[in-house]
């Protein structure tokens, strides 16, 4: 059997395939990603026969329209999505070909009302239905999902056989998959709960903020080809309920300054830190950049205090596009020990604004 994982960041696209036949499957494709995913077919001399999207997705845009414009493949989703150009609609229990390997769809509704997990005789892909270890699951408070539902789904996965090694669409921390039986040791989600008790759990969760996340569901159900269609912060770990951050992140209360007062401060002798979270390619977009930043995305941030500790008795204002992301990364300096923190408040928006008042 072929069976490798793809994508090099948090979105995990896998390909599955008869080594005999040739013919593959891509699972969860990212747009993004399609040139490489189609060079990487056409090298290893394979045939693309399905792209499947376990669930509409909230954090990426799917890749499926696309690769099935390009290709004679069938693109396949549950029958409650709303992606109008599905060619083939599945439910429980049904089975996918793919040469002589067989794949089954279970469905396993809750972070979306069209989500499935793919089962095969060793593994099973479970989509944002379940992380792995404390990251728990994709969450649920988004348009179509709903928690109660999730609770069902993971009694389900809960009586497959534990021998299965689970590989879930997103991991942010670099851990490694492992047996069905190990996560349900591990995975918060899988602790034994009434179904009241789990609504509640998750209830109690803080996470952050979903607006975007509302955007690309509704980007994803028009089926569009274009990555420019919406706006996509690509270094939050934005689907996982628990795990992404370390414990009481959230609970870290933060100081803004208005873009006023920073650009006053920046005309003075004692000047801040200024470090940008935002991804590389944002400071060359339209917004650009403040001179003299430090950079650091926000998903680097974590792992790379040590490179601010010479700067932790200073003065530091974190930046990012409109000031969500910049409010984590001071939270998790926070509480790396760092004392002077701001978050420059509205962002660059706000910044590039003042700017242009002022000439």
Same mark, same amino acid.
């Given at each position: 059997?072929? /069976?490798?994982?793809?994508?090099?960041?948090?979105?995990?696209?896998?390909?599955?395939?008869?080594?005999?036949?040739?013919? @593959?499957? &891509?699972?969860? +494709?990212?747009?993004?990603?399609?040139?490489?995913?189609?060079?990487?077919?056409?090298?290893?001399? !394979?045939?693309?026969?399905?792209?499947?999207?376990?669930?509409?997705?909230?954090?990426?845009?799917?890749?499926?329209?696309?690769l099935?414009?390009?290709?004679?493949?069938?693109?396949?989703?549950?029958?409650?999505a709303?992606?109008?150009?599905?060619?083939?609609?599945?439910?429980?229990?049904?089975?996918?070909?793919?040469?002589?390997?067989?794949?089954?769809?279970?469905?396993?509704?809750?972070?979306?009302?069209?989500?499935?997990?793919?089962? &095969?005789?060793?593994?099973?892909?479970?989509?944002?239905? !379940?992380?792995?270890?404390?990251?728990?699951?994709?969450?649920?408070?988004? +348009?179509?999902?709903?928690?109660?539902?999730?609770?069902?789904?993971?009694?389900?996965?809960?009586? !497959?056989?534990?021998?299965?090694?689970?590989?879930?669409?997103h991991?942010?921390?670099?851990?490694?998959?492992?047996?069905?039986?190990?996560?349900?040791?591990?995975?918060?989600?899988?602790?034994?709960?009434?179904?009241?008790? /789990?609504?509640?759990? &998750? #209830?109690?969760?803080?996470?952050?903020?979903?607006?975007?996340?509302?955007?690309?569901?509704?980007?994803?159900?028009?089926?569009?080809?274009?990555?420019?269609?919406?706006?996509?912060?690509?270094?939050?770990?934005?689907?996982?309920?628990?795990?992404?951050w370390d414990?009481? @992140?959230?609970?870290?209360?933060? @100081?803004?300054?208005?873009?006023?007062?920073?650009?006053?401060?920046? #005309?003075?002798?004692?000047?801040?830190? &200024? !470090?940008?979270?935002?991804?590389?390619?944002?400071?060359?977009?339209?917004?650009?950049?403040?001179?003299?930043?430090?950079?650091?995305?926000?998903?680097e941030?974590?792992?790379?205090?040590?490179?601010?500790?010479?700067?932790?008795?200073?003065?530091?204002?974190?930046?990012?596009?409109?000031?969500?992301?910049?409010?984590t990364?001071?939270?998790?300096?926070?509480?790396?020990?760092?004392?002077?923190?701001?978050?420059?408040?509205?962002?660059?928006?706000?910044?590039?604004?003042?700017?242009?008042?002022? #000439?």
């Amino acid at each position: 059997m072929i /069976f490798q994982q793809l994508s090099p960041h948090y979105c995990r696209t896998y390909m599955v395939g008869d080594e005999k036949t040739g013919e @593959v499957a &891509l699972i969860d +494709p990212v747009l993004d990603h399609v040139n490489d995913y189609l060079t990487e077919i056409e090298k290893s001399k !394979l045939k693309l026969i399905y792209v499947i999207d376990t669930h509409t997705h909230a954090d990426h845009i799917s890749g499926c329209p696309a690769l099935r414009d390009r290709t004679d493949c069938q693109y396949i989703m549950h029958q409650n999505a709303l992606a109008g150009c599905v060619s083939r609609r599945v439910n429980e229990a049904d089975s996918i070909q793919i040469g002589q390997i067989t794949m089954q769809a279970i469905f396993t509704p809750g972070h979306t009302q069209d989500s499935i997990c793919l089962l &095969l005789a060793d593994r099973i892909m479970t989509g944002d239905t !379940l992380f792995l270890d404390d990251g728990g699951a994709g969450r649920d408070d988004l +348009p179509g999902g709903d928690a109660a539902t999730h609770w069902q789904s993971l009694q389900k996965l809960a009586n !497959l056989p534990d021998h299965l090694v689970v590989y879930p669409a997103h991991e942010y921390r670099n851990r490694q998959s492992s047996t069905l039986r190990e996560q349900k040791l591990r995975n918060p989600h899988f602790q034994h709960r009434t179904r009241e008790e /789990f609504v509640s759990y &998750l #209830n109690r969760l803080k996470l952050g903020p979903a607006e975007w996340m509302k955007d690309v569901l509704e980007v994803n159900a028009t089926y569009a080809r274009d990555p420019q269609n919406v706006w996509i912060p690509m270094d939050l770990p934005a689907c996982e309920v628990q795990g992404a951050w370390d414990k009481g @992140v959230n609970d870290q209360q933060v @100081v803004c300054i208005s873009a006023e007062k920073l650009y006053k401060w920046l #005309n003075s002798s004692d000047v801040p830190i &200024l !470090l940008d979270v935002r991804e590389l390619s944002e400071l060359t977009g339209p917004l650009g950049y403040i001179q003299g930043i430090v950079h650091i995305p926000l998903g680097e941030l974590a792992g790379k205090l040590n490179q601010l500790r010479p700067y932790q008795q200073k003065d530091i204002v974190v930046i990012c596009r409109s000031g969500h992301r910049a409010t984590t990364g001071a939270q998790i300096l926070q509480q790396a020990g760092f004392e002077k923190i701001q978050v420059l408040q509205g962002g660059m928006i706000a910044w590039l604004d003042m700017r242009k008042a002022k #000439n």
